[in-house]
């Protein structure tokens, strides 16, 4: 049998576009049907390299032939990329919604779910923008399912946050919330599209947006209320989310980076970088992303700019 060829030190990938009602016109044209853009997925398992010795290929299958080389020591190839990243261009308000943990997607989906915890980075922020992260505290469970129950009654009992450019959210699954207009933000997360909208604005209904009342009140957690750190405490450096699933750094340029031994996803989000490692360079403009193998080791951040750099927990 042919051995696969090595891994390079760096894997850009190719981000998918996303039409949604509530899209916004940042990240791409709008569908041949109008529809806005509203997310682009640019790290999973189904992203394609772009370009070096590895195009056209899916990560999943480099994880298929290089299972430790790509992910490092300690996780499973066998349960697929672990991680999910996306940017999101809101122009109206996500629906309310609420996402299982790895407990309850098992049970409510599938052996072979994962549950869905996230944090946001905000990139950009009109002056007045807000989302709902959690619900008035005190809250207790019979009020908040009355409420889930009673569509917009919901709002009432969420925690509204104006937030601003650098803002840092960690969203726990079981955390009730949404993101409204006017913000450009990057998502990590649990490698799961599993969510259940509580509440969406009273958009008509569709197949593809229908409410999941009762999925919500299992779920939804009245004790989660995200985990803020503001812009002003961590000028958007160093670790910003740290959890079981995924850490979330930033990073300026002209700085070293080890995967030691674990992936690493590193994408721009200010200015211009460049990725080297030995005679290996990759250039890495504004929003683009690569996938960094646990092999590579030591790699350098060049050039004016600023990225996150998302490994597994």
Known sequence: MTAAPPLPAFLPLTPRYYPRVWGGDQLAPPAPDGTPIGEAWIADGQSVVSEGPQAGRTVADLLAAHPDELLGHG??????????????????????????????????????????????????????????????????PDVLAAAIRHGSDILALSQRRHVVAGDTIFIPAGTLHALGPGLLLYEVQQASDTTYRVYDWDRPASAGRRLHIEDSVRVTDPRKQGEFRAAHDTLGLGELVACEYFTLRGVPGEQAQDTAGRFQIVTTVEGSLTLEAGLNSLELPLYATALVPATTGLYHLNGEGRALVARPG
């Not at 109206?92 to 407990?103: A, G, K, R, T, Y």
């Not at 309850?104 to 990139?123: C, D, F, N, P, Y």
């Open 75 to 140: 996780l499973d190839a066998s349960a697929g990329f672990p991680l999910l990243i996306k940017l999101l261009d809101p122009r109206d308000w996500l629906s309310v919604q609420v996402h299982p943990n790895d407990e309850q997607a098992r049970e409510m989906v599938g052996s072979g779910e994962r549950g869905k915890t996230e944090a946001w980075h905000i990139l950009q922020a009109a002056p007045d923008a807000e989302l709902l992260a959690g619900v008035v505290p005190g809250t207790t």
